[in-house]
């Protein structure tokens, strides 16, 4: 059981490691908050163990955008943090000091998104991140799994091929 317990997590760190790459070369990172948000947790319940990859809750929407409607109290404020953090020019926004400006911008992008979404949400857009790597890794995992699990049905038979001939 421990050889599967270490094979899932091995799995589950490659997808945490495949996702960073992703956010990085489709240049959706900005302050890493995303890909740091990501744990791995094991839950026992008897002899049945669960494996989850976790995130904030931004990861309901990074691969198709977000959808209009409803937003955080705070909106306009994460989207300043995601301009400064990605280096967005905000000098030909309206506003007399660069602070207003930034402002300026960040409540017009929020105030965007609440009425119309994101950019790729609008253009039925999608950024694999990580629904190929997840498929990608569940294979692998599937056959890592049977080659352990035909070890340990050989060490069954052995054992019972031991006690036969006793």
């Known amino acids: 059981m ?32 995303s890909v740091a948000s990501l744990r791995i947790e094991e839950q026992t319940d008897g002899d049945a163990i669960r494996f989850l990859l976790t995130g904030g809750a931004q990861w309901a929407v990074m691969q198709q955008g977000r959808g209009p409607g409803k937003v955080p109290h705070n909106f306009a404020d994460i989207i300043k943090e995601w301009i400064t953090k990605k280096g967005i020019s905000y000098s030909n926004a309206s506003g007399s000091t660069p602070e207003r400006k930034l402002n300026s911008l960040s409540h017009a992008i929020a105030y965007s998104i609440m009425k119309k979404g994101t950019r790729l949400h609008r253009n039925h857009g999608y950024n694999d991140i990580y629904d190929t790597l997840l498929n990608e890794e569940t294979a692998k995992l599937a056959g890592e799994a049977v080659g352990i699990m035909e070890l340990d049905i050989d060490r069954i038979n052995d054992t019972q091929d031991e006690n036969d001939n006793a």
């Open 2 to 33: 421990e050889a599967i317990r270490q094979l899932v997590v091995k799995h589950l760190q490659n997808v945490q490691k495949g996702i960073a790459a992703n956010m990085q070369q489709q240049g959706r990172m900005a302050s890493g908050r």
